[in-house]
């Protein structure tokens, strides 16, 4: 399983930002898709998950942040909204199993950077 994140970029405080995960292999579909995020000097934080059936899991209350996926596409979405400096973080996209107390990731993406200007 292959994953590809994109979508990243310098945006202004306020603005929106949608990522993508392109999902390739065979086993995709046996994994859910989780979105994390690691901001300088912090711990890599887990954003939301969905699974291939539609399944979503959000792990940051309240939530900026819309997970979705389009399946003919093999992609997963991350939409972010209101953005702010603390936003700013590499974002990557995980293949795994994740679950409302735990996760564990198989395969990763290289991670997309979203920088957030005030």
């Known amino acids: 399983v292959q994953l590809q994140a994109s979508g990243g970029g310098l945006v202004q405080a306020g603005d929106s930002l949608k990522l993508s995960c392109v999902v390739y292999?065979?086993?995709?579909?046996?994994?859910?898709i989780g979105w994390f995020r690691r901001a300088p000097g912090k711990d890599r934080e887990l954003l939301a998950s969905i699974t291939w059936s539609g399944s979503i899991r959000n792990y940051v209350e309240p939530s900026r942040f819309t997970i979705s996926r389009d399946n003919a596409k093999n992609t997963v979405f991350l939409q972010m909204n209101s953005l702010k400096p603390e936003d700013t973080a590499i974002y990557y996209c995980?293949?795994?199993?994740?679950?409302?107390?735990?996760?564990?990731?198989?395969?990763w993406g290289q991670g997309t950077q979203v920088t957030v200007s005030s």
């Open positions: 292999g065979r086993t995709a579909s046996s994994y859910a």
């Open positions: 995980a293949a795994g199993n994740y679950y409302r107390t735990y996760h564990t990731t198989h395969y």
